[in-house]
């Protein structure tokens, strides 16, 4: 199945591809509990930012991606988060399959944090 979406900051047609990436993005960024009518909505990651930088935060974090993912949004299946830093930026790479198109995969970069120069 092939749709048209809209793009959240321009009001433009974007592809079913690009829907998906903005629909992760959109998931990951919000706050639970700070979407009105619809508290559940979200991810937990923003209770992880000031978290120290170790292995069980980078879980905790991970987790929270997949559990708000699975639970919101249902066009995507995935198979690995990994995160990535730099002293620039910190990134998280999804890798997955579609569940709206049989045998095409999915993949996504989404930049978690920056940090100022």
């Known amino acids: 199945m092939s749709y048209i979406g809209m793009n959240s900051q321009n009001g433009r047609t974007i592809t079913d591809m690009d829907h998906i990436n903005q629909s992760v993005k959109d998931i990951l960024t919000t706050p639970i509990g700070s979407r009105i009518e619809r508290r559940d909505y979200g991810s937990f990651l923003f209770l992880l930012l000031d978290n120290p ?4 935060t980078r879980l905790r974090v991970i987790s929270a ?3 708000a993912l699975n639970q919101w949004e249902p066009r995507i299946k995935l ?3 990994d995160i990535f830093a ?3 930026k910190l990134t998280m790479q ?3 399959s579609r569940t709206d198109k049989p045998n095409q995969t999915f993949t996504s ?3 978690i944090a920056t940090w100022p120069r």
Do not use: F, P
């Open 109 to 111: 970069d989404i930049e």
């Open 94 to 96: 999804l890798t997955g």
């Open 79 to 81: 198979d690995a988060v």
């Open 86 to 88: 730099d002293n620039e």
């Open 53 to 56: 930088n170790t292995e069980a």
């Open 65 to 67: 991606t997949v559990m």
